[in-house]
């Protein structure tokens, strides 16, 4: 009965997702439309003749009524081609995979800061120390108040610039790429990144700790003789699903962050790819890389939903 009803939970939350990031694509596809401007005139130049750019025009399917060029772009990217960069001269999946990597591997990094930083920070706003509560909770609303393009100018210059601890951009230094290298030149961007979410977490983990204070649960495990450690633990595991979601959720806080962080410390990721194909009205690549912003918002929320239910069965079944 519970491998039914984990399996039908999964199988609802695949079906959502999936109608999910049908309409997510949808409205990339027609808000890229939307955008000024004439992708064969940014290809060709200026000097192009208007039946070479209508040529150039056929190629690239846009003289197609805009539902068949949607249906024939969507069942390219489902099978990962996402057409072909003009304004790059080589296929869209062999521009973005490169960058994909710096992102993920950036994303990856702040979000497990943001998770040390929300652990630490909610245990110390729950503490019984009435001055570390207070120091905690000041922190805590300073990061959540700090932009992340702003903490990224502040620890780039001071940092990288004023003290030259940490390299100023990129993702490792040329020749060497250990992981000590790499770690150096992701630190700073993902301390900017990792700030604001961590902040939240810690706020998520103080609120469900406190309420839990506020039940019989904690007296009730004291008076049987658990350690303080083993306290803390069914504290944790009753708090973490609420945690999870709000990691969930700020994912798309880092992944916008990203867009500015990875150009403030020149990280060639997704972001960087952004600003270039916006700027040259490349739609394919414009396409592909909001596509898959989208797409990996949607799946980090879908982990975050089967995490969820595998820690707390009432959510499975429905029960909250």
């Known amino acids: 009965m519970r491998h039914n009803r984990l399996v039908r939970f999964i199988s609802s ?12 694509s949808m409205i990339v596809f027609f808000a890229v439309r939307a955008v000024p401007g004439d992708p064969a005139l940014n290809v060709l130049g200026l000097q192009s003749t208007a039946a070479d750019r209508e040529a150039l025009r056929k190629v690239m399917g846009l003289d197609q009524p805009l539902i068949v060029q949607f249906l024939s772009w969507l069942g390219h990217a489902i099978t990962g081609d996402f057409g072909y960069s003009y304004s790059q001269g080589r296929p869209v999946a062999s521009v973005i995979g490169p960058a994909l990597g710096n992102t993920l591997l950036l994303g990856l990094t702040a979000s497990i800061l943001a998770v040390i ?4 920070m909610g245990n110390a706003a729950t503490s019984r120390w009435r001055g570390l509560r207070r120091t905690t909770d000041w922190i805590e609303a300073v990061f959540l108040s700090a932009p992340q393009y702003t903490v990224a100018l502040i620890l780039l210059i001071c940092f990288a610039v004023l003290l030259p601890l940490f390299p100023a951009g990129g993702v490792s230094t040329r020749g060497n790429g250990s992981v000590a290298d790499i770690g150096s030149h992701l630190l700073l961007p993902a301390i900017a990144l990792a700030l604001a979410p961590g902040a939240q977490m810690a706020r998520s983990l103080k609120t469900s700790i406190s309420t839990l204070q506020a039940t019989e649960l904690l007296p009730s495990l004291r008076a049987r003789g658990l350690s303080p450690i083993r306290i803390s633990v069914h504290a944790h595991h009753n708090a973490l699903p609420p945690m999870v979601t709000v990691l969930g959720i700020q994912v798309g806080t880092m992944l916008g962050g990203e867009l500015f962080v990875e150009n403030i410390f020149s990280i060639p990721g997704l972001g960087a790819l952004v600003v270039q194909s916006v700027a ?7 396409q592909a890389v909001s596509l898959l912003i989208a797409v990996i918002f949607i799946v980090v929320l879908l982990l975050a939903d089967l995490l969820n239910a595998l820690l707390d069965p009432r959510i499975r079944v429905g029960q909250l």
């Open 117 to 120: 930083i929300g652990l630490a």
């Open 280 to 286: 040259l009205r490349d739609y394919t690549l414009i």
């Open 13 to 24: 939350r695949l079906l959502l997702t999936a109608i999910t990031a049908f309409f997510v």
